[in-house]
């Protein structure tokens, strides 16, 4: 089992970043995919959650801003991340809900101009 994200940087406030996560291994989809994130001296906190029917949840400060996708039958999805605030830099870690959590290693995302 691997799971990998991509597309970190860094970004002026206002800009857009677009994150990915593909977990590999699985012989099944996955029912539930999430992003967190970590701030420097702050808890990890949900951002998004997508199911495998499309379901989707975010937590409210990201609402309008952030659009979380997946691709169909697979197990693998994208963070869509527009007008990006300072307090939105963070490590984002992608989580897959399996018959065990999977954790990613954690993509840096860094707001700031």
């Known amino acids: 089992v691997q799971v990998v994200e991509s597309g970190g940087g860094l970004v002026q406030p206002g800009g857009s970043l677009r994150l990915s996560c593909t977990a590999s291994g699985f012989s099944y989809i996955i029912s539930v995919m999430g992003w967190y994130r970590q701030a420097p001296g702050k808890q990890r906190e949900l951002v998004a959650l997508?199911?495998?029917?499309?379901?989707?949840n975010y937590v409210d400060s990201v609402k309008g801003r952030f659009t979380i996708s997946r691709a169909n039958g697979k197990n693998a999805m994208s963070l869509q991340m527009n007008s990006l605030k300072p307090e939105d830099t963070a490590v984002y870690y992608c989580k897959v809900v399996a018959l065990s959590d999977y954790w990613g290693q954690g993509t840096q995302v860094t707001v700031s101009s």
């Open positions: 997508i199911t495998s029917e499309g379901n989707t």
